[in-house]
C-alpha cells in the first residue's frame, strides 16, 4: 500500500516512460514484420511524450515552478502530430514494398546492402 | 488512499503490461490492438498529469488517426504468411539483454531527482482536488507566442519579439500537408496498361 | 492678346512636337500600321497637316495683336526696368532718327524667350530647352508646315512603289540578278517626320546651343534620306559625302560657338530671368545694348576676355601695391604685429575698379572686336556648310540622290535654307566684316552655281544648281545688309523651289529617268505639270510687268538688287562686284530655268518609248503642284505683308561702319526703298531675266540657234563647267587622297608593330599557361585525386557494414546510446 | 456533489468504522457510479426508445403501420422485447474466428460511444466530467468506436466483414477532418473548447444560438450533421453494413446480445453527436425563449428553482437531441445508399473544402464583427494581449475560474 498512499511524482511517470521506450526499442529490434516496428516507434515516441508532459505537469513536482512549464506540453503536441505524419508515409512505403516485393518483411529490404 | 495514485498506478499498469504485451505477442493484429490499449492508457495518464488537451489530442489524433491508419495497413497486408512471423531466439536474448541494459539505466535516472520523487499532491487523504487549469487556452496563447506560465521570465524587452512556438506550429502543418500529399502519391494504386 | 508670351509657345510648342509623336509611332508601330504600314503616312501627314494649322492660328494670333510696346519687350516674367529702359531708349533713338519710318530700326523686335525645360546646368554653362520666337520664327514655321503637308502628301502618291516589295534595277548582285527588297513606305515617313521635327525645332531654338543640337538632327535625317536607296553605292556615298562634308562646317560652327559662350556667358538670345530672378542678358542684348542704342559693340566680357594680358598685369600690381604698404607698416610699427597675408578682397575691389575705367578705352583699342569677327565666321562657317555655300557646295547636287520629295523638301525649301536663316538670326552679331564675307561667299557660290546649272543635263542637278545659287543670292543680300531682303527670297524660293522639285518629281515619275535629253513634248502628256511647272519658272525668274505686279520671285530678286545697288553706292568697290553678280545671276537663273523647262516640256519628243509610257501623275501628287503653284505667285504680294511681318523681326540697330576695314560702311536697308534706287533694281532685274528669258527662248524654245554649235565653240569652257569646275576632283587631290596616304601608313604601322607586340604578348602568355597547365594537372589534380582514391578504399572497406538489416542498426543504436551512457556516468563520475 | 458526500458519510454514522481516507474514496467512489448508471441508463433506454421510433418512423414512411401491438397501442414495448430475445438467443461464433478480438470488439464500440457521454453536459452544470478540452474529448472517444468495428471485421474471419471493416475505417478517418474543421468553428467563436462554457455563452434568446452568429456557423452546422451521419455510419453513409453487398458488413458474424451491443453503440452514438449538435450550435439547454431567466429561476434565489431551471435545461437538450436523431432516421429511410466512392468524394471534395471556407469566413467575421451582430451578445473570452507581442497582463492569465467568470459576465444579460 505505499504506492498507493505516497503521492506520485515525476519519477514514477518517467519510469512508465522508460518501460513504454525500452518495449519500443525491443519491438523494433526484434519485429520482422514492418508494421511492427512501426508500433515499436509508435511505443518509443509515447514514452518519449510520457516523459515531456510529466515534466510539463504542476502536479507531480515538489517546486510549485511546474517543471518545464507548457514547453512540455507543446512540445508533445508536436510529437503527436509528427508521429501522425510519419505513420502516413510509412504505411504509404510499406504497402509500396508490399506491392513491389509481396512481402512486408524487413528482413528482405536489403537491396541497397553493400 | 489516494485516487490520484490508484489511477495512476491503474493506467501505468495498464499502458507498460500491454507495451510489453506488443512485444510478447506473435500475431500482428493482435499487436495493434495491444498498442491501442496501451496508447490510450498513456491518453489517462495524461489526463492525471493535467494536461487533458494533450491527452485528447492523444486519444483523437493517435489513437484515433494514427492506430486506424496503423490498423489498416495491417489489414491490407494481414495475410497468413505475414500475420504472424517468428523472429529467431538469438535475436530476441540480444535484444533482451540491450534493452535490460538500457532499462537499467533510465530507471535510476528517472529516481536521480529527489524533486521528482514526490509529488506536488497533498498526501493521504486530501478531497480537495487539484485547481482545474484551463491548459487548452494556456497551449493555445502559447502557439500564438505568449507564455502565461512564464510571464516574468523574459525581460520585456525580449518579450516583445517572442513568438513562441508560431513557427514550429506553421512549420508542422505545412509538413503535414507534404506528408499527406507523398502518401497519397505513394500508395497510389499503379495503373499498369493491359 | 495680352498673353501671347504664353499662347504662342503653347502653339508652336505643340506644332513642333506633334512630328516627334509620330516619328514615334512609327518607329514602334510603322511595319504593323494598315498594309504594309500605308497608315504610317496618314499619321506623319496628319501630324505635319496639323502642325501647320497650329502655325496658321499662331500667325494669326500674332498678326491681330497690335505691336504695342509692353508686349515688345515681353520676356518671361517681364522685366518691367529692362522693358521700360528700352522704351526710353526707343523713344529718344526716334528723337534722333531721320529716315523715314526708321523707328523700325531702333525700337527692339517683338520676341517671346523663355525656357521649356533645363537639361543641366554645369557650373556656368545651362543647357536649356527654350524658345525664341518673334515674326521670322512663325513665318517660318508657317512656311516650312506649308510645304512639308504638301509635299507629304505629294510623296505618299510618289512613294507607293514602296508599299510591296521593291526591285530595284540600278543595283545589280553578284550574280547578276537586281536587287529585291521589301518596301520602307513607313520607314520613309519616319524619317520625314523626324526631320520636319527637327526643324521646327531648329526655327523655334530659343538658345545657340538647342540650334546646334537641331543643326545635327537636320543634318543626320538628310544623311537618312539621301541614303534612302542605301543599296546604291551613288545614294550610300552622296549621303556620306553630305555628312561629312557638313562636318567641316560645323567644325566652324562649334569655334563661333565656343567664342560666343566662353566671352558672353550665355548661349540664350533672348534676355531671361536667371532662378534668382535676376535679369540676364541674352547673346543679343550684349552685342547690342540697349543703353548703346543698339549699336554693335564688343560687350564688356568680351573686351575683357580678350585683354586677359592687360587685366593680369592690372592685378599683378595691385598685388605689389599691397605687398609695399604692407612692408610699410611692417617698418613704421615692428611692434605690433602686422598682418601676414595680403588682403584679397580689397586688391579684388580696387583692380575690379579699375578694369571697369579701362574697359571702354580698351574697346577703342579694338579688342574683344577680333573675337567678335571670329564669332561671327565661325557661325557663318556652320551655315555655309548647310546651305551649300561655295567652299562646301560639293555635297548639294550629289544629295539628289534621295528621293525627290525629300530633295523638295529637305534640300531646297527647308533644310538648306537654314543656313541662311541662321545667318538671319544671327545677324545683330556680326559684323560688318563678316557681312562682307558673307557677300562674297553668296556671291562666288551664286556665280559659280549658275554656271554649272547652264550645262547640266539631269534635270534634279539643274535644280540642285539653280538651289545653290539661289542661296547664294540670299547670302548675298543679307551680306549687303538686306536682311528683309534674304529672308523674302528664302520664304519665296522655298515655294517655287518645292514647286519645281516636286513638279520634276512627276516627270520623273512619269519617265523614269533624269536626263533631260531623253524627255521633250511631255506638256500634252502632262499639262497640269507642265504649266504648274511654268508658273515656278517664271516665279523662280522673276517675272512680272514692273512697277505692276509680278511673282513672287520678282518681288524678292528686286528688293535684292536693289540693296545690291544702295549697298554698291555706299562703297563702290565691293559693291560693284556684287551688283553684278547678282544682274548675272539673275540673267543665268532665267536661262537655265526656260532651258529646263522647253527641253522637258517642248519640242519633239527626244526619245519615244519614254513618250509613249508617260502620263500626268495621279491626284493626290499634283493637287499639292497647284497649291503650290498658287502659293508661288502670290506669296510675294504685298496684301499678304510677308515684308511687313519680317520688318516686325528685324534686328534693331545700324549694322553700321566696319572697325578693321574702316572704309567698309552698311546703308539702312530702308535707303533701298528710294524711288531711284528702287526703279533702276526693277528694271536691271527685269531685262536680265528678259535676256536670259529671250536667249533660252532663241537655243531650245524655237530653236533658231543649236546648242551644240556654242558647245563645239567653247569646248573647254563647256567641258570645265560639265565637270562642275572640277571642284570634286579638286577635294579628291588635296583632301581625300592625301588622307587615304596617311591612312595607309598608319594601317601599315598598325599591322607591323602593334599586331607584332600584341601577337608576342599572346605567345609568352599560352606558354605561361601550358606551365600552369602542368602545375594543376599533376599538383592539384594529383592531390584530389589522392584524397578521392583514400576516400574509396574506405567506403570499400566500409561496405560490409551495411547490412540492410534494419533490426540489426537499431541494436546498434541501442548498443551505442548504453555506451554512451556509461561513458558518461564515468566522465561524471570523476 | 462528491465533496458534499465526502463531507457528510462520516456524519451519518452507519460508516464510522472505515479509516477516513477510504471514507473519502468511498465518496468518490460512489459519486462516479451514480454518473455511470445516470449515463448508462440513458444510452439503454434511448436506445431502446430510438430503435422502436426508427421502427415506426420506417413504416410510416413506407407507408405500413409498424410495430403496433407488444405493449399496448403503438407496440411501444416492442424493442424491450427484441432485447429479451436477443439476450435469450444463442451466442455463435466461427470457428476461424480470432477469439479475444471477437469477443471484445462489442463492447470496444460501446464503451466508445458511451464515454462521449462522459463529458457531454446534459444542463449548466449537469455534466459527469467537466472537461475543459471536452469538445476534443468526444470527437476523440467517438473516433475510438471504429476500432469495435474493424476488428470485429477482422476477428470474425469472413470477408464481407473483412470489407466492412475496411470500409468503416476509410470512411470515418477520412470524416473525421471536416467533423474536426466544423467543430472547430463554434470553439473559435466562443474562444473555448468547454462543452459548459460554450453553452452558457449562448444563453438568452435564441438569436444567441451560434448557427444563427454567422452565416459561415449556419453552413457550418448543415457540413457538421453530414459528417456527423457518416462518422456514426448512418444512411446513407452505412457502407460498413451495406446489407445489399456486404451480407451484414461488420457484423454479419454477430449475434445475439454482442450484436445489440453494436445497435446499442450506434444509437448511443448518434444521441452523442447529436448533442454535440445541439451544445455546439443550437444553444444547447437554453431554449428558444429564456424562461429561467425570465422568471429568475436561479440558485441564488432558491436551490429548489435553480435544479427545476437545471432539469427545464435538460429537456431542452434532450429535445433537440431526439430532434436531429429523427431527423437522421428520416434521413436513413429516404436517401439511397452511396458508393464508397461516391462516401470518398463527397467527404474529400465537398465536405473539406466547405469547411475550410467556412472556417476561414469564420475567423474573418469575428475579425471585423468582434461584437457579432447588434442584437446578439458578444461571444468569446478575449485576452488583452498588448500589441507588443508581450503577454497578457497577469490579471488576466487565463485559469478556469477567470474564464467562467469572463463567460458569467458575458451570459448574464
Same mark, same amino acid.
Given at each position: ?114 | ?194 | ?830 | ?25 468511498? +465518496?468518490?467512489? !460512489? #459519486? ?6 445516470? /449515463?448508462?441508463? $440513458? &444510452?439503454? %433506454? ?122 468503416? +475505417?476509410?470512411? !470515418? #478517418? ?6 474536426? /474543421?466544423?467543430? $472547430? &468553428?463554434? %470553439? ?134 431526439? /430532434? ?90
Amino acid at each position: 500500500m505505499d504506492l498507493l498512499s505516497q503521492s506520485v511524482g515525476v519519477s514514477h511517470f518517467m519510469v512508465v516512460g522508460a518501460i513504454m521506450f525500452v518495449s519500443g526499442v525491443v519491438c523494433m529490434a526484434t519485429k520482422r514484420n514492418a508494421l511492427g516496428v512501426l508500433m515499436g516507434i509508435e511505443l518509443v515516441l509515447n514514452g518519449a511524450n510520457v516523459n515531456f508532459v510529466a515534466l510539463s505537469s504542476e502536479f507531480l513536482t515538489k517546486d510549485t515552478g511546474g517543471g518545464i512549464g507548457l514547453d512540455g506540453q507543446l512540445i508533445a503536441l508536436f510529437v503527436i502530430v509528427l508521429a501522425a505524419a510519419e505513420a502516413a508515409v510509412a504505411l504509404a512505403i510499406v504497402l509500396n514494398f508490399y506491392n513491389n516485393h509481396a512481402t512486408i518483411d524487413v528482413d528482405r529490404a536489403d537491396e541497397l546492402k553493400g | 488512499m489516494n485516487w490520484h495514485s490508484f489511477f495512476f498506478l491503474l493506467f501505468a499498469a495498464i499502458s507498460c503490461g500491454f507495451a510489453v504485451m506488443v512485444v510478447l505477442s506473435s500475431n500482428i493484429v493482435r499487436m495493434a490492438f495491444y498498442l491501442i490499449v496501451s496508447l490510450g492508457a498513456t491518453a489517462g495518464l495524461f489526463f492525471l498529469a493535467g494536461a487533458d488537451f494533450v491527452a485528447a489530442m492523444q486519444l483523437m489524433i493517435y489513437v484515433g488517426g494514427t492506430l486506424v491508419l496503423l490498423v489498416f495497413g495491417v489489414m491490407l497486408t494481414a495475410q497468413s504468411p505475414f500475420v504472424s512471423m517468428k523472429t529467431s531466439g538469438g535475436d530476441w536474448i540480444l535484444a533482451f539483454l540491450l534493452s535490460g541494459s538500457l532499462l537499467a539505466f533510465l530507471i535510476p535516472a528517472a529516481f536521480s531527482v529527489s524533486d521528482w520523487r514526490e509529488g506536488a499532491t497533498p498526501a493521504v487523504g486530501s478531497v480537495d482536488a487539484p485547481p482545474p487549469r484551463n491548459t487548452a487556452d494556456r497551449l493555445g496563447l502559447g502557439l500564438l507566442g505568449v507564455r502565461v506560465d512564464k510571464l516574468e521570465d523574459r525581460p520585456a524587452m525580449l518579450r516583445a519579439g517572442m513568438a513562441g512556438y508560431l513557427l514550429p506550429f506553421e512549420i508542422v502543418s505545412v509538413h503535414l500537408l507534404v506528408v499527406l500529399v507523398g502518401a497519397a502519391y505513394l500508395a497510389r494504386t499503379k495503373r499498369r496498361a493491359g | 492678346m495680352e498673353d501671347l508670351h504664353t499662347v504662342l509657345p503653347f502653339l508652336l510648342g505643340l506644332a513642333w512636337l506633334l512630328p516627334l509623336a509620330s516619328f514615334t509611332l512609327i518607329v514602334l508601330f510603322g511595319p504593323r500600321m494598315g498594309a504594309h504600314g500605308v497608315a504610317a503616312s496618314y499619321l506623319a501627314t496628319g501630324a505635319i497637316g496639323s502642325g501647320f494649322l497650329l502655325s496658321v492660328v499662331a500667325l494669326l494670333a500674332w498678326g491681330l495683336s497690335s505691336p504695342d510696346r509692353n508686349a515688345a519687350m515681353s520676356q518671361p516674367a517681364a522685366l518691367e526696368g529692362h522693358g521700360e529702359h528700352a522704351d526710353a531708349s526707343g523713344l529718344d533713338q526716334q528723337g534722333l532718327d531721320h529716315h523715314g519710318g526708321g523707328h523700325h530700326a531702333v525700337t527692339p523686335p517683338r520676341a517671346y524667350s523663355g525656357e521649356w525645360y533645363t537639361l543641366g546646368r554645369f557650373g556656368k554653362l545651362k543647357i536649356t530647352i527654350g524658345y525664341y520666337i518673334d515674326a521670322l520664327t512663325i513665318g517660318m514655321f508657317a512656311m516650312v508646315t506649308l510645304i512639308a503637308t504638301c509635299i507629304h502628301f505629294y510623296a505618299i502618291g510618289y512613294m507607293h512603289d514602296e508599299l510591296h516589295d521593291v526591285t530595284d534595277h540600278e543595283v545589280t548582285l553578284s550574280d547578276g540578278q537586281h536587287l529585291r527588297r521589301p518596301g520602307r513606305f513607313h520607314r520613309f515617313f519616319q524619317y520625314m517626320s523626324l526631320f520636319c521635327f527637327s526643324m521646327l525645332g531648329l526655327v523655334i531654338a530659343g538658345n545657340i546651343a538647342m540650334v546646334f543640337v537641331f543643326w545635327e538632327l537636320v543634318g543626320i535625317c538628310s544623311y537618312f534620306l539621301i541614303g534612302f536607296y542605301i543599296e546604291r553605292k551613288s545614294a550610300s556615298n552622296a549621303a556620306n559625302k553630305a555628312f561629312i562634308v557638313n562636318r567641316v562646317g560645323d567644325f566652324g560652327m562649334i569655334i563661333g560657338l565656343m567664342a560666343l559662350f566662353a566671352s558672353l556667358g550665355t548661349f540664350a538670345f533672348g534676355d531671361g530671368v536667371d532662378d534668382k530672378g535676376k535679369p540676364t542678358a541674352g547673346i543679343f542684348s550684349q552685342v547690342r545694348a540697349p543703353a548703346n542704342h543698339y549699336a554693335l559693340q564688343a560687350p564688356a566680357s568680351m573686351v575683357r576676355a580678350a585683354a586677359a594680358a592687360r587685366v593680369r598685369a592690372i592685378v599683378a600690381d595691385h598685388f605689389q601695391e599691397d605687398a609695399e604698404e604692407l612692408d610699410e607698416a611692417h617698418l613704421a610699427a615692428p611692434a605690433k604685429p602686422a598682418r601676414k597675408r595680403p588682403d584679397f578682397d580689397k586688391i579684388q575691389a580696387a583692380s575690379e575698379s579699375e578694369i571697369a575705367a579701362e574697359i571702354a578705352d580698351w574697346r577703342e583699342q579694338g579688342y574683344g572686336y577680333w573675337l567678335l569677327v571670329i564669332a561671327g565666321v565661325g557661325i557663318f562657317c556652320g551655315c555655309v556648310g548647310k546651305s551649300a555655300q561655295f567652299p562646301l557646295h560639293v555635297w548639294l547636287p550629289d544629295a539628289m540622290e534621295g528621293p525627290t520629295p525629300v530633295s523638295a523638301l529637305v534640300h531646297s525649301a527647308t533644310m538648306v535654307a537654314a543656313g541662311v536663316y541662321l545667318v538671319g538670326r544671327f545677324y545683330p552679331v556680326f559684323a560688318p566684316e563678316v557681312l562682307l564675307v558673307i557677300a562674297y561667299t553668296g556671291a562666288i557660290t551664286l556665280l559659280l552655281a549658275a554656271t554649272i546649272a547652264l550645262t547640266a543635263t539631269d534635270i534634279k542637278r539643274v535644280l540642285a544648281y539653280s538651289t545653290v545659287s539661289q542661296l547664294g543670292y540670299m547670302m548675298l543680300a543679307l551680306g549687303v545688309g538686306g536682311w528683309a531682303a534674304g529672308m523674302f527670297h528664302l520664304i519665296t524660293h522655298a515655294f517655287f523651289k518645292s514647286l519645281l522639285f516636286l513638279c520634276s518629281g512627276s516627270v520623273i515619275h512619269a519617265c523614269h529617268t533624269n536626263e533631260m535629253p531623253k524627255m521633250g513634248g511631255l506638256l500634252k502628256k502632262m499639262p497640269i505639270t507642265g504649266y504648274t511647272m511654268l508658273v515656278g519658272c517664271l516665279a523662280i525668274m522673276g517675272a512680272g510687268v514692273p512697277f505692276l505686279i509680278g511673282l513672287s520671285g520678282y518681288y524678292s530678286k528686286d528688293s535684292i538688287i536693289a540693296q545690291a545697288i544702295s549697298f554698291q553706292q555706299r562703297n563702290p568697290a565691293h559693291g560693284t562686284v556684287f551688283f553684278y553678280a547678282a544682274a548675272g545671276g539673275a540673267a543665268m537663273t532665267a536661262f537655265y530655268m526656260f532651258r529646263l523647262w522647253y527641253m522637258t516640256f517642248l519640242g519633239p519628243p527626244r526619245d519615244h518609248h519614254i513618250h509613249e509610257h508617260a502620263h500626268e501623275s495621279p491626284t493626290i501628287m499634283y493637287a499639292p503642284l497647284i497649291v503650290l503653284a498658287v502659293f508661288a505667285a502670290v506669296i510675294g504680294w504685298p496684301v499678304f505683308g510677308v515684308t511687313d511681318l519680317l520688318e516686325q523681326a528685324r534686328p534693331a540697330g545700324e549694322t553700321g561702319q566696319g572697325v578693321l576695314l574702316a572704309s567698309l560702311a552698311y546703308p539702312n536697308e530702308h535707303d533701298s526703298h528710294a524711288p531711284n534706287i528702287h526703279m533702276q533694281a526693277t528694271l536691271y532685274a527685269f531685262s536680265t531675266a528678259l535676256g536670259g528669258f529671250l536667249l533660252a527662248t532663241v537655243f531650245y524654245g524655237v530653236r533658231w540657234l543649236n546648242p551644240n554649235d556654242v558647245r563645239q565653240q567653247f569646248g573647254a569652257v563647256y567641258r570645265f563647267l560639265l565637270n562642275k569646275w572640277y571642284f570634286d576632283e579638286l577635294y579628291d587631290a588635296v583632301f581625300v587622297r592625301p588622307a587615304r596616304g596617311l591612312a595607309k601608313v598608319i594601317a601599315s604601322f598598325d599591322r607591323l608593330g602593334i599586331d607584332r607586340l600584341i601577337d608576342n604578348l599572346a605567345r609568352w602568355t599560352r606558354g605561361l599557361a601550358g606551365i600552369d597547365d602542368l602545375i594543376d594537372r599533376y599538383l592539384v589534380d594529383g592531390a584530389v585525386n589522392l584524397t578521392a582514391g583514400w576516400t574509396y578504399s574506405l567506403g570499400r572497406s566500409l561496405r560490409s557494414v551495411q547490412t540492410g538489416k534494419l533490426r540489426q542498426y537499431v541494436m546498434l543504436i541501442v548498443i551505442g546510446t548504453v555506451a554512451l551512457t556509461i561513458l558518461i556516468n564515468f566522465a561524471s563520475a570523476k | 456533489m462528491a465533496e458534499y458526500l465526502a463531507k457528510n458519510l462520516p456524519d451519518w454514522g452507519l460508516f464510522n468504522w472505515l479509516p477516513e481516507s477510504v471514507l473519502h474514496a468511498l +465518496a468518490y467512489f !460512489v #459519486v462516479a457510479l451514480i454518473h455511470c448508471i445516470l /449515463l448508462i441508463q $440513458v &444510452v439503454a %433506454v434511448g436506445a431502446l426508445v430510438f430503435i422502436w421510433l426508427e421502427r415506426k418512423v420506417a413504416g410510416r414512411i413506407q407507408d405500413r403501420l409498424g410495430p403496433t401491438r407488444v405493449g399496448g397501442k403503438f407496440g411501444w414495448l416492442q424493442t424491450l422485447a427484441d432485447g429479451l430475445k436477443l439476450i435469450t438467443k444463442e451466442d455463435l461464433m466461427p470457428g476461424a474466428a480470432d477469439e479475444m478480438l471477437f469477443k471484445l470488439a462489442p463492447y470496444i464500440s460501446f464503451c466508445a460511444s458511451f464515454a462521449a457521454y462522459i463529458a457531454l453536459p446534459f444542463s449548466d452544470g449537469w455534466v459527469a466530467l467537466e472537461l475543459n478540452a471536452g469538445v476534443f474529448f468526444i470527437l476523440a472517444v467517438m473516433g475510438l468506436e471504429v476500432f469495435g468495428v474493424i476488428l470485429a471485421g477482422y476477428s470474425s474471419a469472413s470477408k464481407w466483414s473483412l470489407f466492412g471493416g475496411m470500409r468503416e +475505417a476509410a470512411q !470515418v #478517418v477520412s470524416y473525421e477532418v471536416p467533423m474536426g /474543421l466544423c467543430v $472547430v &468553428v463554434p %470553439v473559435l467563436i466562443c474562444g473555448s473548447m468547454d462543452l459548459v462554457q460554450i453553452g452558457r455563452m449562448q444563453q438568452g434568446w435564441f438569436t444567441n444560438w451560434l448557427i444563427f452568429h454567422d452565416p459561415f456557423t449556419f453552413i457550418t452546422f448543415w457540413v457538421y450533421f453530414t459528417c456527423a451521419l457518416a462518422s456514426v455510419n448512418r444512411a446513407p453513409f452505412d457502407l460498413a453494413e451495406a446489407e445489399s453487398e456486404l451480407v451484414a458488413g461488420f457484423h454479419t458474424e454477430y449475434s445475439g446480445l454482442r450484436w445489440s451491443f453494436f445497435f446499442m453503440a450506434e444509437y448511443g452514438s448518434m444521441f452523442a453527436v447529436s448533442g454535440l449538435a445541439a451544445i455546439l450550435f443550437f444553444g444547447g439547454w437554453n431554449g428558444p425563449v429564456p424562461i429561467t431567466s425570465i422568471l429568475h429561476m436561479t440558485h441564488d434565489v432558491h436551490p429548489i428553482l435553480g435544479y427545476l431551471a437545471n432539469f427545464l435545461g435538460m429537456l431542452n437538450f434532450v429535445f433537440k437531441c431526439c /430532434l436531429w436523431v429523427t431527423f437522421m432516421i428520416w434521413i436513413r429511410w429516404t436517401l439511397p445508399r452511396l458508393r464508397i466512392d461516391q462516401v470518398m468524394k463527397t467527404c474529400l471534395k465537398y465536405c473539406t473544402p466547405i469547411a475550410a471556407v467556412m472556417f476561414a469566413g469564420a475567423v474573418l467575421w469575428t475579425y471585423w464583427l468582434p461584437g457579432g451582430l447588434p442584437w446578439q451578445r458578444p461571444f468569446g473570452n478575449r485576452y488583452s494581449v498588448s500589441g507588443t507581442g508581450a503577454a497578457p497582463t497577469p490579471s488576466k492569465v487565463p485559469s478556469a475560474s477567470d474564464l467562467t467568470l469572463a463567460a458569467g459576465e458575458e451570459g448574464g444579460a
